[in-house]
């Protein structure tokens, strides 16, 4: 831990969401699909003074990843989500996926580089995400960051068509907005009393 650090708890909140964003290829290139991981927790060791020195871990249940595509009919939309789940992050054999951050970059006051490693499939590739960090009053922090990855690097491949759609581009966007919370105001107040 360091000197200046002060450790916030993350989790959902009705505020935050964990996104990841896959883009059609061809004829859809306009649309893309969006699944979001509703169960996930970590902690960030924030050093207000020195945010370089900071820290960030992460750990997200894959098995909680939902699919809510309005453009795909609820059949679709449940098949292209169990395809997800178990042939690209093999959610039965890999049911957390995790990020350690090694090294954060300041650009700005509020503006960061946040790389580290993420693994999932058993597989942890190095990231960058690009982070804005808002302190929001002593006891809570806003972090707003989004990630590109290639699914080939991990050596994953999209099929190339998917139950006669269009396929999806290697590309994908991870994308989060969370509210980390001081340690102590993240415990709740039930559970102080003696």
């Not at 059949?75 to 996926?97: G, M, P, W």
Request: with cysteine.
């Amino acid at each position: 831990m360091v000197k200046n650090e002060t450790r916030y708890i993350i989790r959902p909140t009705g505020e935050s969401s964990v996104a990841v964003q896959v883009f059609r290829s061809g004829l859809m290139a306009r649309r893309k699909h969006v699944l979001f991981l509703q169960q996930y927790s970590g902690e960030v060791g924030y050093d207000s003074e020195n945010p370089e020195n900071s820290r960030v871990q992460l750990v997200f249940d894959a098995l909680s990843m939902v699919c809510r595509d309005q453009w795909l009919k609820p059949k679709k939309r449940q098949s292209f989500l169990t395809f997800v789940q178990k042939e690209i992050l093999a959610a039965d054999e890999h049911e957390t996926i995790t990020f350690t951050s090694n090294r954060i970059q300041r650009i700005s006051s509020t503006r960061f580089q946040l790389e580290g490693s993420l693994n999932f499939r058993g597989s942890a590739k190095p990231v960058v995400f690009e982070v804005v960090v808002i302190q929001n009053g002593k006891d809570r922090l806003e972090i707003d960051g989004t990630a590109r990855l290639r699914m080939s690097d991990y050596g994953i491949g999209w099929p190339s068509a998917f139950f006669g759609l269009v396929g999806t581009k290697d590309e994908v966007v991870l994308r989060f907005l969370l509210w980390p919370e001081r340690t102590a105001a993240a415990v709740p107040k039930k559970t102080l009393a003696v």
